[in-house]
């Protein structure tokens, strides 16, 4: 009876185990991207961004790629449908620069380390900050530009 349940669990942390690697980035090239999200990113590119890395990964059942630049000193990440339009935008902002509430509500939650202003099809969508708690975990927090917490966007 042990080894059935012993044999239970290891499936059950095997499938757990696969299912977290799944939806995780997936360092890749240029020479790998489709060639529409490749265009896109030499736009990038040529527009003065610096390339510091690209990969891809499932959402929603649908294949994502992502490139991390630096645009004018500052982080700037894109996410990039098979078709090379960009779905999502992150830049890296400071926490000065939200409005007094959605400061507020990130440093309830911790230290802020860092903040971006996300944007999907070119509107505001959230701020996404990473916090570290006070027993030094680091976490991602989104809110709106009223404080509101708001769900996780992976």
Do not use: C, H
Request: glycine share 10%; no cysteine; aromatic share 2%.
């Amino acid at each position: 009876m042990q080894k059935i349940i012993r044999a239970g669990v290891l499936s059950g942390l095997a499938l757990a185990l696969g299912a977290s690697v799944w939806g995780q980035d997936r360092a890749t090239t240029m020479a790998k991207l489709p060639a529409p999200v490749r265009a896109t990113v030499e736009a990038q590119v040529a527009q003065g961004a610096k390339l510091r890395g690209l990969s891809t990964d499932m959402e929603n059942g649908q294949r994502e790629y992502e490139a991390e630049l630096t645009v004018a000193g500052k982080r700037r990440d894109i996410a990039m449908d098979a078709t090379g339009r960009i779905t999502e935008q992150e830049d890296a902002v400071t926490l000065a620069s939200l409005p007094a509430a959605a400061q507020a509500a990130l440093r309830k939650q911790g230290t802020v380390v860092r903040v971006e202003a996300v944007s999907a099809q070119g509107k505001f969508e959230a701020y996404e900050a990473v916090v570290r708690k006070a027993n030094g975990k680091r976490v991602e927090v989104r809110v709106d530009k009223a404080g509101q917490a708001l769900p996780d966007n992976g």
